[in-house]
């Protein structure tokens, strides 16, 4: 097997990529992804563009199609279309193989295909000091005025809709990432390639409960990642100026992330969940959106409501009220 130099991938391999992997095809793009081109040229008119830029550092499976659609997430939530793409992929010396790099393309551009957004451009080089790959995505959207939702917009009395359940993403890194070790551990491969296979079901892609809910009131949305739930309702509170009070028996965990999470001694309401809808909007409209998405098959309840910000961002559990404590460091750094 012969591995990749370090520095940028060589031009021909590059270029036959390029050719093969572009994603949708996209009139309004002027200039897209292309040898000696530095830069994407894109037509817009009349509406507003929304960009959004997030890496992938903890998988290597899958670590395209987690890219595209993590990006993706942040643009639906601002009630936007995602349309184009950029992506730098940084890979490790002495590991990388032209396949490699062929699989991680073929990924992205499946992404985009599915979700009909262009990949436009980015850069791609085999990097020193680096043991698993990095991709780092640049997602690129556009809405009208009047659809623009803000996580800032929170109102108080509104509820706080969930949907599926809590560390979807976080449930198949770890079993993607253990699997050997659980494995050892006497764990039965059909439960490993079950939470594996969250990142397809329940999934991590947000794009049907945003489309499903166009027609709402909605006031304000979030994709939480990083610091799971916790960390996504304490930022939804920063932004809007506001406090919150949670209902902890009311949060869906599934089975499968309580037993990975025992095992890891992990708490699942700071573990990464991109996957995992926050929706606030007023009670009436949410009783409204939970019917719409139980009529579409989509899992989703009410887990608490905006408070004013004296009120600080608790959370009830056994009947009993505590503050909500959100970490910046994700629980799932556990298992490095």
Known sequence: MEYLKTGKIKTEILARLLNLYRGKTDPSVVLGPSIGEDSAIISL?????????????????????????????????????????????????????????????????????????????????????????????????????????????????????????????????????????LLEKGYDISFIERCKNFLYDPGISVYREVDLGKSLDIHSMHDPTEGGLSMGIYEICMASGTGALIYRSEIPVFEETLILSREYGIDPLGLITSGTLLIVLPKEEAEKLIKIYGDNGIRARIIGEIKPKDFGIKILSNGKMEDLRAKEDDEIIKIF
Request: net charge negative; proline share 3%.
């Open 45 to 181: 008119s009349g509406k507003f563009l929304v960009a959004k830029t997030d890496p992938i550092t903890f998988v290597t499976e899958d670590i395209g199609w987690y890219v595209v659609n993590v990006n993706a997430n942040d643009i639906l939530t601002r009630g936007a279309t995602p349309r184009w793409f950029m992506v730098t992929i940084l890979l490790p010396e002495k590991k990388t193989t032209e396949d490699m790099v062929e699989k991680i393309f073929s990924q992205i551009s499946s992404a985009c295909e599915e979700l009909n957004i262009a990949l436009v451009g980015g850069h791609t080089e085999v990097t020193v000091g680096l043991d698993r790959p990095i991709v780092v995505g640049c997602m690129l959207g556009e809405v009208y005025g009047d659809r623009i939702i803000s996580t800032a917009n929170a109102k108080i009395g509104d509820s706080i809709v969930i949907t599926k359940g809590i560390a979807v993403e976080g449930t198949a890194i770890i079993a993607k990432e253990k699997q050997r070790e």
